[in-house]
């Protein structure tokens, strides 16, 4: 497969799960789709973009296993989830649950409006290593209140790449009525997913990841009782509009004036090739060699392996404990000396070495990286065993 994507070849690419890769064929959709935008503009925004729009989220809602008229595209997670805190109402005491393995960027947007309005963002610790799942739902309703008010949790965390028990977890809140917001960034295109059988309030996740789409490709879904409470982000032409659409929700958040939808249009093409190269398949062979290789790369660095090492907690991806003062400079002698592309991320006082395994990667690139850990544990300072 590694014929199929545009990386540059020289690079052993094991980051993946940062931004991910675009294959030919739907990066030649994606062109082709700028180049119709830009050979007829007016044509295109006033009268294609709505049609090409639906035939984009009908795709995408029979993947991800919800209806069409209750999602709408978003350029990433981060611009989904500040739309929602724009309209939740936050008052001065209300509660937030989350875990301490969250993405940076959420953990700095909730802290941004927990400011302005008072509300408290209660980062609930998740004891490492992971002994069980029900040791998980065990520690995080610890952090429950009767001040909590929303629920948020990503379902495959970023740094340390575990896979939480996120519908055992909707299912409680919505016991306790509370709201819940799941960003399943890392998800589609990675795990199964069914946002009917989850059932969550809100969901965001990207199809610029492992669904291999062109970059800013991503979604928000919100359930129907949720949706007219839900401000635009940007106020444009789709409030109290003149030619009302499918629906409010659907008028207020698609109609945002003008901008390239091209990278999410392009979303029937992505789904086409996920099914013609049977992605399924692809992806549960590259989860055997992420499981292959966690142990031995624990053994090397003098670490312990944070969870069970099997897909209850792990899927394309994971994250190996590494004792360094220097996660940047670790990360850029990968870079630079070995054309390693892989991230050393901290978090809550420890650093990760995340590697990412796609249908382009093979047994040989995570031996690239052993070897390259051994010379660097050898000569340098950098890693501590």
């Known amino acids: 497969m590694k014929s199929q994507f545009l990386l540059d070849k020289s690079i052993t690419f094991l980051n993946h799960g940062s ?24 044509q295109f925004i006033q009268k294609k973009q709505i049609g090409y729009l639906k035939a984009a989220r009908e795709s995408l809602a ?5 209806e069409a008229p209750d999602l709408y595209f978003t350029p990433n997670p981060t611009f989904a989830i500040n739309t929602i805190m724009r309209s939740i109402d936050l008052q001065v005491g209300d509660e937030i649950l989350t875990t301490n393995h969250e993405y940076g960027a959420m953990d700095r947007t909730w802290n941004f409006y927990c400011k302005k309005s ?15 799942k029900e040791k998980i739902l065990e520690e995080f309703w610890k952090g429950f209140t009767s001040k909590t008010k929303v629920i ?43 946002i009917q059988e989850l059932n969550p309030d809100y969901y965001t996740g990207t ?56 990278a999410f249009i392009c979303t029937p093409a992505v789904i086409n090739f996920l099914e013609k190269n049977n992605w399924k398949q692809k992806s549960s062979e590259c989860k055997q060699i992420v499981l292959n290789n966690y142990q031995r790369f624990c053994d090397l660095l003098g670490t312990q392996p944070i969870c069970p090492i ?31 592309q892989i991230p050393v991320m901290p978090l809550n006082g420890n650093v ?13 690139d995570l031996d690239v990286l052993y070897a390259a850990l051994e010379d660097i544990i050898a000569t340098t300072d950098l890693i501590k065993t």
């Not at 029979?62 to 919800?66: H, L, Q, T, V």
Request: one cysteine or more; hydrophobic letters at 35%; glycine letters at 6%.
């Open 207 to 262: 199809l610029h990841k492992w669904m291999l789409a062109p970059k800013g490709s991503s979604f928000l879904y919100v359930k129907k009782e949720f949706q007219n409470d839900l401000d635009p982000l940007v106020v444009s032409w789709g409030y109290e509009s003149i030619a009302p659409g499918e629906s409010q929700f659907l008028d207020y958040h698609e109609n945002q004036g003008t901008r390239d939808v091209s």
């Open 118 to 132: 008072g509300a408290k963002y209660i980062r609930q610790k998740i004891s490492l290593p992971i002994i069980s």
């Open 19 to 42: 931004f991910g890769a675009c294959p030919k064929p739907i990066f030649e959709e994606f062109q082709r789709f700028q180049l119709e935008l830009e050979t007829e503009p007016v």
């Open 62 to 66: 029979k993947y991800i296993g919800c």
């Open 352 to 364: 990760y070495i995340r590697y990412s395994i796609n249908a382009y990667n093979s047994q040989e």
């Open 310 to 340: 099997t897909n209850e907690f792990l899927g394309q991806m994971a994250s190996i404990p590494v004792k360094t003062d220097k996660p940047q400079e670790l990360k850029d002698v990968l870079y630079d000396k070995y054309n390693i």
């Open 152 to 194: 948020f949790l990503n379902q495959i965390s970023s740094a340390t790449a575990l896979i939480f028990p996120v519908k055992e977890i909707c299912d409680k809140a919505q016991e306790l009525g509370l709201i819940t917001i799941i960003d399943g960034a890392h998800v589609p295109g990675h795990i199964n997913l069914s």
